[in-house]
C-alpha cells in the first residue's frame, strides 16, 4: 500500500472517529419535557367576580360578593375569610397545563371530568350571574404521584393533564 492511500486511510479514520463522537452527543438526546404549558386560567379579574361556586364531591359553598369581602350563602351570609377567598383566586390562577390529553366527551367520565364523577369544581360568575369561566379538577393521572390530574374548563371541551392542582377547601 502507497504512502498516499495509507494517509488517506487515516484522515478517513480520524474523520469518521470524530462523527461518531458527534453524532452519539446529539443523536440520543430526548427533547426536555415542558414542565407546563402555561396556566389554564387566563385573565380573570378578581375585581369581576361576584359570585364563586365550590363543589367538592357532595359539598356546595356558594361565595357571595358583599361590599368589601364574600359572604357564605349556605351559612345565611356568614363572612368568608379573605386570606381563604384570596387563597382560593390565587391558587385557581396558578394551575398550571402540562399537555392537551382530549376533547372525546366520550373519555370524560373516566378521567373524571364530569360534574357528577369530579373531585372538585370552582365557577366564577359576574353581577348578571353569567359563568366567567371555571373548571373541573378530575382523577389523578396513571403517573401515581399525585401531582398531576385530569382537567378542564368548565366552557371548554379540551381536557388537560394538569400541574399546581389547589387542595379545594
Do not use: C, H
Not at 3 to 20: C, E, H, N, P, T
Amino acid at each position: 500500500m502507497s504512502d498516499k492511500k495509507l494517509s488517506f486511510l487515516g484522515i478517513a479514520a480520524v474523520v469518521s472517529v470524530v462523527l461518531a463522537v458527534f453524532v452519539s452527543q446529539y443523536a440520543n438526546k430526548s427533547k426536555p419535557v415542558v414542565s407546563a404549558k402555561g396556566a389554564l386560567i387566563q385573565g380573570l379579574n378578581p375585581s369581576d367576580v361576584q359570585k364563586i361556586i365550590v363543589k367538592q364531591e357532595d359539598n356546595t359553598v356558594t361565595l357571595n360578593r358583599k361590599k368589601d369581602g364574600f359572604v357564605i350563602a349556605e351559612k345565611a351570609g356568614y363572612p368568608a375569610a379573605n386570606k381563604v377567598v384570596n387563597n382560593l383566586f390565587t391558587s385557581s390562577l396558578d394551575i398550571k397545563i402540562v399537555e392537551f390529553y382530549t376533547e372525546d366527551e366520550k373519555n370524560y367520565k373516566d378521567l373524571g371530568v364530569t360534574e357528577e364523577d369530579s373531585k372538585g369544581s370552582i365557577q366564577f360568575f359576574n353581577a348578571d350571574d353569567k359563568l366567567i369561566t371555571g373548571f373541573i379538577i378530575g382523577k389523578d393521572t396513571d403517573s401515581g404521584s399525585g401531582q398531576y390530574a385530569y382537567g378542564k374548563l368548565v366552557n371548554d371541551k379540551k381536557v388537560y393533564i394538569l400541574s399546581d392542582i389547589p387542595w379545594i377547601q
